[in-house]
Nanobody, 129 residues
């Protein structure tokens, strides 16, 4: 079983950047597909990105393609989400996720398609001038 703790959220101006970090403990993160979801109050949770266990396969929701980059450092048991060119509509609570069985393909980012087993507590990202 893996525990996930996010950090790095905060306030950014439109066009700015933030880097989210996710520290994993309790298991080897290299055995998991990892990713990020986000949720705005009153709206459905949205898959943002995922990164496969092997091969470095990534997937992104269309709204963040070209702006966000997911990465991992298995030696440090860390996952990252680099967010650039931030927009007000990126404002949400961002959750780090992990699962040993989920396959990282774009369809798995759609709401309700898959359920990741492990979630962090979330970190707030607010994009506003």
């Amino acid at each position: 079983q893996v525990q996930l703790v996010e950090s790095g959220g905060g306030l950014a101006q439109p066009g700015g950047s933030l880097r989210l970090s996710c520290a994993a403990s309790g298991d080897t993160l290299g055995d998991y597909t990892v990713g990020w979801f986000r949720q705005v109050p009153g709206k459905e949770r949205e898959g943002v990105s995922c990164l496969s266990r092997v091969g470095g396969v990534t997937a992104y929701v269309d709204s963040v393609k070209g702006r966000f980059t997911v990465s991992r450092d298995n030696a440090k048991n860390m996952v990252y989400l680099e967010m650039n060119s931030l927009k007000p509509e990126d404002t949400a609570v961002y959750y780090c996720v992990a699962d040993p069985r989920v396959i990282c393909i774009p369809s798995t980012l759609k709401p309700g398609v898959v359920q990741y087993d492990y979630w962090g507590q979330g970190t707030q990202v607010t994009v506003s001038s």
